[in-house]
């Protein structure tokens, strides 16, 4: 498995690499934007329609807006997303089936949302993708069986993110800042999701799903008097109503800057986040400069910080840094980036850097000029498509801004000063009151964090404040690395049933983020120093595979193969061993170096070299997994655990690894075959 990480965490390095956009065009005359127009109407019952209309191609777009104001869903916080869920899976007149059929047959994309809807497709089926929007937001068809599968995919999704550190930056960070009841600070739990009923999700929907502050914007190949007379028949009906208009006290930031840090034992990287809370509308005059000081500081790849912490040391892919606009509440500046846990004091400091650099010294004519051209040129590219002018369209009436506010973009952006850019950020950006939020492993980098005299205080992966966590345990007298690897052997089946093993076939299955469809794994391991293992999809064949075979071994992916050399060559020979834990007791350098906690039991840490393997004190179990490897320059510690483990002909094998390359790839075994089916072809 060690390999599999190593060329899958390559792809992901080298699609990350592809994206990144490493150069800024030169500044050229500003464009003249014809942003057009829309026409607008109301209807009686207080929906607000706006239409733009546009011939050139033969398609229409439609966005439903509700803009009511956040609100807090407390211990049954869960209830927006199921109702997101369940609106739109057919109507009280269409069944689900029959609802989609009909969607797919038109070639149309539709979605509906706790907020609202959207829908896209021809123009010539524009009356009728209408109707169809129209109908699964107004009609919806709530069922118990339909909500039953809704809850229980929600609760499943949240499991997945349990070890997850940037999920649990992502959570802790809402709560630091806002507070847990808070809308922006509230998060999602089990128990709130089993809290939610199918009768909460029907009053959610009437309470807040109404037409007072709705907007339906139209943009394409039609005729704004069909558009109207469609608009009125479909939606002359929705009953007025008005959503609850609450408010909540606004959040403040702490009194001197500070280290907010959350232990996760399982945490091959730190996630450092540091943040505070700023009060900006769009319609405020220091919204250009502010956007323009966010992508000097940290907003694109060329920024201070990106530059510092991954071009200058290569401490990481990325770290960027972004501000909020809103016209409801506070809402948040900060930056982030992932590093090795080596390097996390650094990085902090390097970080705390590049802000006092931002707010101390005048940005140069050339950088800003540079920026501002990079930031202008995407924004004219973005003008010509038909969900930005309904963006704008919808922008100009939520946000209180002028009609001719994005006709001034351009003119505006070119108008802030190197002074400018200073102001804002010594206003919005608040180097002394400053949360720094460090998710990552305590035992490898709270000494280096406490080395740097900045207060620390400890919380737990829900915001909740904590104890310092507890480092490394001593090792009772009498563990050795022979001890741990007997228990472990013992733990699986014993010496015996070990040595019986010829071969070991696994196949399984895993999800990748924004993948069409699960990858396959495959895995053939013999006692011939072989091994060969593939990554494959539907449809798309071999993602990647690797294969040792004796003293030779190649790695393909997608067509391209390498056959593998030097250390490459032996790393992976190392891999193609039966049970390789069963070889650290006799080899050379191999430590025990303390017993730590991960996923909330106590394990023994074995050491060789750049690898770390974890053992449960208790069941004798290989836990977990970890490798330092070096990819593009950089240095990357990748983790896989182990769990599920199920006896195969007397030995016991694990079921399910996650590896972390970036995201958990979360790894379910269907079948495992020992001493059948692997053959010399499999080695090829």
């Known amino acids: 498995m060690k390999k599999t ?35 607008t109407f109301t209807l009686p019952n207080g929906l607000k329609v706006l239409v733009v209309e546009n011939h050139k191609l033969p ?39 029959v609802f989609n059929e009909e969607i797919d047959f038109l070639g149309a994309n539709i979605n509906f949302f706790a907020s609202g809807a959207s829908a896209s497709g021809l123009s010539k089926h524009s009356k009728r993708i209408l109707e169809l929007m129209a109908e699964g937001a107004l009609m919806p068809n709530f069922t118990q069986e339909e909500f039953d599968k809704e809850r229980d995919k929600l609760i499943e999704g949240l499991k997945t993110q349990e070890k997850s550190v940037t999920a649990v930056a992502g959570r802790v960070e809402g709560v630091l800042a806002y507070g847990k009841s808070h809308p922006a600070g509230e998060y999602l739990s089990e128990e709130t999701i089993k809290n939610v009923s199918l009768a909460d999700v029907k009053n959610n ?51 001197y800057s500070q280290i907010n840090f959350v232990d996760m034992p399982n945490a091959v990287q730190s996630e450092i986040t540091i943040l505070n809370t700023v009060n900006l509308k769009m319609s405020d005059a220091d919204y250009f400069p502010v956007i ?38 506070y809402s948040v500046f900060k930056a982030n980036t992932q590093v090795r846990n080596a390097v996390t004091d650094s990085a902090v400091v390097e970080a705390l850097n590049e802000l006092k650099k931002i707010r101390t010294e005048k940005v140069s004519a050339d950088v800003l000029n540079s920026v501002k051209a990079g930031y202008v040129g995407r924004f004219v590219m973005q003008v010509e498509k038909p969900a930005t002018v309904a963006r704008y369209a919808l922008n100009i009436e939520t946000e209180g801004l002028p009609a001719d506010f994005y006709e001034n973009y351009i003119k505006n952006i070119n108008a802030v000063t190197p002074d400018d850019i200073m102001r804002v950020a010594n206003k919005y950006f608040l180097a002394d009151n400053l949360r720094i939020l460090v998710v990552g492993k305590a035992s490898e980098v709270l000494s280096g964090l406490e080395s740097r005299k900045i207060p620390i205080f400890y919380f737990d992966k829900f915001g909740n404040p904590t104890e310092k966590p507890v480092m490394k345990k001593a090792v009772p007298a009498g563990v050795t690395v022979k001890t741990i690897v007997d228990a ?38 013999d006692s011939k120093g072989r091994l060969a293992e593939e990554l494959s999809m539907a449809g798309m064949g071999s993602l990647m595979k690797q294969v040792v075979n004796g003293n030779t071994a190649y790695a393909s992916q997608q067509g391209q193969k390498k056959v593998m050399e030097g250390k490459e060559l032996a790393e992976m020979k190392e891999s193609a061993v039966l049970f390789s834990e069963t070889l650290l007791a006799s080899k050379a350098g191999v430590t025990v170096t303390g017993i730590e906690s991960l996923n909330g039991s106590d394990v023994y840490t074995v050491v060789d070299g750049d690898s770390t393997y ?18 593009g320059g950089q240095k990357v510690t990748q983790l896989t655990t182990y769990g599920d483990y199920r006896d195969v002909k007397g030995v016991k094998v694990p079921f399910n690894q996650v590896m972390n390359v970036g995201f958990e790839l979360d790894i379910k075994m269907s079948e495992v075959k020992i001493n059948e089916g692997v053959t010399d072809a499999d080695f090829q």
Not at 305 to 315: F, Q, T
């Open 5 to 39: 990480i190593i060329v899958l965490s390559s792809l992901f390095l080298t699609l990350i690499m592809q994206a990144q956009d490493r150069t800024q065009p030169k500044p050229g005359p500003a464009p003249v934007l014809n942003i057009k127009k829309p026409t």
């Open 59 to 97: 398609r229409v777009a439609f966005s439903l807006t509700i803009d009511n104001t956040p609100y807090a869903e407390g211990d049954k916080k869960g209830v927006a997303d199921l109702t997101s869920s369940l609106i739109g899976n057919g109507s009280t007149k269409t069944s689900k089936d």
């Open 205 to 255: 929907y009437r309470t807040y799903f109404v037409p007072q502050n709705a907007y339906l914007v139209v943009v394409g190949d039609v005729k704004t008097k069909d558009v109207k007379k469609n608009v009125e028949k479909l939606f002359g009906s929705w009953v007025k109503a008005t959503a609850p208009n609450l408010t909540y006290s606004n959040p403040t930031n702490v009194q």
């Open 292 to 329: 323009l000081a966010n992508q000097v500081f940290g907003g694109d790849f060329n920024s201070y910080l990106n530059m510092n912490l991954r071009e200058a040391h290569g401490w990481t892919y990325g770290a960027r840094s972004s501000v909020g606009f809103d016209k409801n509440m």
């Open 488 to 525: 472990y052997v013992a733990a699986i089946g014993g010496d015996k049933a070990v040595k019986s093993v010829k071969s070991i076939a696994y196949l399984g299955s895993a999800k990748i983020p924004q993948a069409p469809m699960p990858i396959t794994y495959t895995s053939k391991i």
């Open 614 to 631: 974890y053992f449960d004190v208790k069941s004798g179990l290989k836990v977990a997994e970890a490798s330092t490897v070096d990819q």
